[in-house]
C-alpha cells in the first residue's frame, strides 16, 4: 500500500491546498506517504517554475506497492485532476484498482467520480461542483474542513466517515459565521447568511462514492 499527496502548486490557489496537506500531514503522519509537488529548478538555471507532470504522476503510481491510495490537492475539471495539465484521468483508472481518492479540487466528482468506480478504483471523495477556495485565513469559507477532509483520510477512517466528518466541518463553520454575526448591523449580518450558505452548499456537493468502507 502506497499513499500519494498530489500538490501541484501552479498557482495561489493550489499553494494554499498545498498548505491543507502540509497540515494534514503534520496532524496524522503516514510513514508511505509521499508528497509529489513541482520539481525545483535544476542548479544554475533561470528560477522558472516547473510544472509537475503527468510522467511524474504516472510513474510515482506504478512504482508504489498496490493499492495506491491518492489525496490531491489543485485544479480540476469534470472530467480530470489538474487544470490545465492533465495529470490523472480515465485513463489513470486501470493502475487505480482497489483505490481510495480524496480530490480536493473543483467538480472532481462529478463525472469523474463515477466513472472511476465504475471502472475499478475502490472509493472517489470531492466535490461535485466548483468550490471556493479561500487565499488567506480570513476569506470564507475557512480553510478547517479541507484539513478535517485529509486529516480523517490520512488517519484511515473509511470514505463514509470522510465524508460525514468534513460535511460536519462544513456545517460547524456556517454556524460559527452565523453565531459570531451581528444582528445589529444589517450588512454584517447579510454577508454572515451568505457565508454560512456557501458553507452549507460545500457541505451538500461533498461526496463519497463506491466502498465506502474503504481507507487507506
Known amino acids: ?48 517554475p516547473q510544472p509537475l507532470t503527468r510522467a511524474t504522476v504516472d510513474q510515482a503510481i506504478t512504482a508504489g506497492p498496490q493499492p495506491v491510495h491518492i489525496l490531491y490537492f489543485g485544479h480540476a475539471r469534470r472530467t480530470q485532476l489538474g487544470d490545465p495539465t492533465v495529470l490523472i484521468d480515465s485513463a489513470t483508472f486501470p493502475r487505480l484498482k482497489d483505490s481510495l481518492v480524496l480530490a480536493l479540487a473543483c467538480s472532481s466528482s462529478d463525472q469523474l467520480g463515477p466513472d472511476a468506480v465504475a471502472n475499478g478504483v475502490g472509493a472517489w471523495i470531492g466535490f461535485t461542483r466548483p468550490i471556493p477556495v479561500p487565499l488567506t485565513q480570513q476569506m470564507v469559507p475557512d480553510l478547517e474542513p479541507f484539513r478535517v477532509a485529509a486529516a480523517v483520510t490520512l488517519k484511515g477512517d473509511p470514505a463514509a466517515d470522510i465524508e460525514k466528518q468534513t460535511r460536519d466541518a462544513f456545517e460547524q463553520r456556517a454556524d460559527t459565521i452565523i453565531n459570531s454575526a451581528s444582528q445589529a448591523h444589517h450588512a454584517q449580518w447579510v454577508q454572515a447568511v451568505v457565508d454560512s450558505l456557501v458553507e452549507r452548499g460545500l457541505a451538500s456537493t461533498f461526496h463519497a462514492q463506491g466502498d465506502l468502507t474503504a481507507t487507506i
Open 1 to 48: 500500500m502506497a499513499v500519494l499527496l498530489i500538490r501541484p502548486e501552479s498557482d495561489a490557489t493550489e499553494q494554499v491546498l498545498s498548505m491543507v496537506a502540509s497540515h494534514a500531514l503534520s496532524q496524522a503522519p503516514v510513514p508511505s506517504a509521499q508528497s509529489l509537488t513541482p520539481p525545483l529548478p535544476a542548479p544554475g538555471s533561470p528560477n522558472v
